[in-house]
């Protein structure tokens, strides 16, 4: 899960005006969202929160070493009990461990890279969401990263550094170009959009319909924040006021929820989760870096995953979990 670390030399302000109070802690405002787990199962595997499978189960990705994640398991936040769900190949000369996990029509899929020769293989793997044997499905020349993976009814979508967005059925075979997509990216499918981080230009797929805003801005499919910090529809309609003091470092997930360091004033900073509908803000509590370092008394900040539901991030050695579905309310 990508982290973004935020330095104390950073300044802020609220369109203007510093924020000089710090806000409830993200369990105190939305309590109903929140979740404590264990960094560590019980037999020493470490593991990494992906995505919801549902309301009451996560998706956690077990690991033996750094970046060796070696099993699925699907873990209930009621109880804590866990169902080993699939083993995760590694094949030879594998050089990008299982990455951007994605769920739905009743698979789980992800994707790795190896090594062939003085070039690299992208492979996406696939398993049914009760578990079994996983199966590459796809294979495909790879220059840089996949930059976007869902699952859709008809299979598998993704798109890379490069631009440009592939299919491939559940049943596997050779990935085809969807048309229309030459240099975008996968943004919430069907949509997908350009540049691949910012995403100022969204076009449906299946109905052709475009939308573009405002350059420097990070949007999801309907909603945008602008490098001034001011957030609004893609079309610019409903110019709104945040009460971001920094620029979020994440697009808006759920059209909703953005993260952002935080200036409180001077030498102050911390981890921030904004609800740009409701324009509550919660502070996530985030631990500052250790003093040693370029980045000594910074914060890391969490970004929410790929399913735009799950907001995870250690602290004193287990995970906090917020679901930003019951987030805001």
């Not at 596997?172 to 949509?191: D, F, I, M, N």
């Amino acid at each position: 899960m990508r982290i973004l670390l935020a330095a104390l030399a950073l300044t802020g302000t609220l369109n203007g005006s510093a924020l000089v109070e710090r806000p409830p802690l993200v369990q105190n405002l939305w309590p109903q969202a929140v979740h404590v787990i264990p960094a560590v199962l019980a037999d020493g595997r470490a593991i990494t929160p992906r995505l919801f499978l549902d309301d009451d189960t996560v998706l956690v990705t077990a690991a033996k070493g750094f970046e060796r994640s070696d099993a699925l398991i699907a873990y209930k936040l009621a109880d804590g009990e866990t169902t080993e769900l699939a083993d995760l190949p590694l094949p030879p000369r594998t050089v990008v461990h299982p990455s951007g996990v994605a769920v739905g029509a009743g698979h789980i899929a992800w994707w790795t890279a190896r090594r062939d020769g003085t070039g690299r293989v992208g492979e996406i793997w696939s398993v049914p969401v009760e578990g079994g044997d996983p199966v590459a499905i796809a294979a495909f020349a790879l220059t840089g990263t996949v930059t976007g993976l869902e699952l859709t009814a008809q299979g598998v979508v993704w798109s890379t550094d490069a631009g440009g967005v592939w299919r491939v059925p559940f049943e596997g075979g050779r990935p085809t170009a969807v048309p229309g997509t030459s240099g975008q990216h996968v943004l919430k499918w069907p949509w997908v959009g350009s540049p691949a981080r910012e995403f100022t230009t969204a076009i449906n797929v299946e109905t052709g319909e475009r939308r573009v805003t405002r350059a420097g801005s990070l949007c999801g499919v309907n909603l945008c924040v602008g490098p001034d910090r001011l957030a609004s529809a893609r079309s610019g309609a409903g110019l709104r006021a945040t009460k971001l003091t920094d620029p979020p470092v994440s697009r808006p997930a759920l059209d909703r929820f953005v993260t952002s360091s935080t200036m409180a004033g001077p030498g102050e900073i911390w981890a921030g989760l904004y609800d740009l509908v409701s324009g509550q803000v919660a502070d996530l509590g985030v631990k500052p870096l250790p003093a040693r370092g370029v980045q000594a008394g910074g914060v890391a900040i969490p970004v929410p995953a790929s399913d735009d539901r799950l907001l995870s991030y250690q602290q004193d050695g287990r995970y906090v979990i917020v679901d930003l579905a019951k987030a805001g309310s």
